[in-house]
């Protein structure tokens, strides 16, 4: 079996499914070879994003399920602070319903989906795959790569990987607890006893169900100790779903091979502290799917051809990714009792107001220099002198922060 496309885009999943739409819009011919039979979403993602991360997919409000406005976060020893605001701070989303709708726009628009179809193995030009039992070649002037970052066609293909991938757990159980009950506030949990390197997170989900994942540092065991925190915290909660995976901290070096781009998880397009990669991936696939489109119709698709896709998604997320990798390396150099130390700072009313009012997940490196800009929280700032100068000197801030908050007190 043979086929031609222009474009080729392997993995269904919604950066797949996004940058083969995009793709087929800007006039290209686009296959999307996805591995699995139905358009089910099999995911250890906890499906939380920004309000403005379905407008960027271009999906509906269809797969809500929940508008949050709070966190609880608990530190090592129990402590507890809760950020809450009167806006809409995040979405939970049915990942099943999105990866459907999104597949079914990609459809809408030209692309033709091919299911149980496994790519094997990427050549110049064609990608070689096990497609309904039998074996199979698709060719194609531009390949885009939209699969997880360990996916076996990456690897048989000598293709690069993101340069850490944390172990990662999440059960959907029935919810005992009642904390399901508002549905509008999720939690996380930090410490080395329940998620060491990472951080544990508790999401409601469909009515009555929780989301409890976590993921921790290379070398530890997430199904290990996803079990023993649903022990601790969850003792008779029947557990409706498991799935499992990796988090990717940090981007691939170089995503372009000739006639090959890589995208989403595959390329490392993926916030360093939370893990989410739906609104990274997102612009990062719009860029993919018009630049491959753009390629193939120029008849430019030899890698210096493309060296403008990493400059064009480096300019889209790359000051956020870079203060994203700075704040997940001091997370990782502190110990339980500074973390405990870090969170006695922040219990404050006024403070947590603040971070509260100004918190936005997709938009992380602003609450640095929003904090600078309000003179009566700085002696709480003063624990963080440090901290704060390390994170606005990720992204070219010049800031002499410790200088100036110690002169004006």
């Keep these: 079996m043979s086929r031609r496309a222009d474009v080729i885009v392997i993995g269904g999943g919604p950066m797949g499914a996004l940058a083969a739409r995009c793709a087929a819009e800007a006039g290209a011919s686009t296959l999307l070879l996805e591995r699995r039979i139905e358009k089910t979403a099999s995911s250890s993602c906890a499906g939380l994003v920004s309000p403005r991360t379905l407008p960027l997919l271009g999906a509906s409000a269809r797969s809500v399920l929940r508008s949050i406005r709070a966190v609880d976060a608990f530190?090592?020893?129990?402590?507890?602070?809760?950020?809450?605001?009167?806006?809409?701070?995040?979405?939970?989303?049915?990942?099943?319903?999105?990866?459907?709708?999104l597949l079914n726009r990609a459809?809408?628009?030209?692309?033709?989906?091919?299911?149980?179809?496994?790519a094997k193995k990427i050549r110049s030009g064609c990608v070689e795959c096990r497609s309904s039992g039998r074996e199979a070649t698709f060719d194609a002037g531009m390949i885009i790569v939209a699969t997880g970052p360990s996916a076996p066609v990456v690897h048989a293909s000598e293709l690069p990987v993101p340069p850490r991938l944390l172990p990662s757990a999440q059960a959907t159980i029935e919810d005992t607890s009642g904390l399901n009950e508002n549905g509008d506030c999720v939690s996380i949990c930090v410490g080395a006893d329940v998620a060491p390197g990472f951080f544990a997170w508790s999401v409601p989900a469909e009515p009555g169900a929780l989301r409890i994942g976590l993921?921790?540092?290379?070398?530890?065991?997430?199904?290990?100790?996803?079990?023993?925190?649903?022990?601790?915290?969850?003792?008779?909660?029947k557990v409706l779903h498991h799935a499992g995976g990796q988090i990717v901290v940090g981007p691939v070096h170089d995503p372009v091979r000739s006639?090959?781009?890589?995208?989403?998880?595959a390329a490392g397009h993926v916030k360093p502290l939370s893990g989410g990669g739906l609104y990274f991936g997102g612009i990062c696939a719009r860029i993919?799917?018009?630049?491959?489109?753009?390629?193939?119709?120029?008849?430019?698709?030899?890698?210096?051809?493309?060296?403008?896709?990493?400059?064009r998604c480096d300019r889209a997320i790359g000051?956020?990714?870079?203060?994203?990798?700075?704040?997940?390396?001091l997370l990782d150099s502190l110990s339980d009792p500074?973390?405990?130390?870090?969170?006695?700072?922040?219990?404050?009313?006024?403070?947590?107001?603040?971070?509260?009012?100004?918190?936005?997940?997709?938009?992380?490196?602003?609450?640095?220099?929003?904090?600078?800009?309000?003179?009566?929280?700085?002696?709480?700032?003063?624990?963080?002198?440090?901290?704060?100068?390390?994170?606005?000197?990720?992204?070219?801030?010049d800031s002499a922060v410790a200088p100036s908050l110690t002169d004006f007190l």
């Design 75 to 101: 530190g090592p020893g129990g402590r507890k602070v809760q950020l809450r605001s009167e806006d809409v701070k995040a979405l939970v989303l049915d990942r099943e319903s999105l990866e459907e709708e």
């Design 338 to 397: 500074r973390l405990g130390e870090a969170m006695a700072a922040l219990d404050h009313p006024d403070l947590l107001a603040f971070l509260a009012e100004i918190g936005d997940i997709d938009r992380l490196r602003e609450i640095p220099k929003a904090l600078l800009k309000k003179r009566r929280m700085w002696r709480r700032l003063l624990p963080f002198l440090g901290l704060l100068d390390t994170l606005l000197a990720s992204d070219g801030t």
């Design 288 to 311: 993919a799917g018009r630049m491959a489109a753009e390629a193939v119709r120029m008849g430019r698709t030899h890698a210096t051809d493309l060296a403008e896709y990493p400059e």
């Design 107 to 118: 459809e809408r628009a030209g692309v033709e989906i091919r299911p149980d179809t496994t």
């Design 259 to 265: 006639g090959i781009l890589l995208v989403g998880d």
């Design 215 to 237: 993921a921790v540092r290379e070398g530890e065991n997430a199904v290990e100790s996803l079990g023993r925190l649903l022990k601790a915290r969850h003792p008779s909660a």
């Design 319 to 329: 000051r956020e990714l870079r203060f994203g990798l700075a704040a997940r390396a």
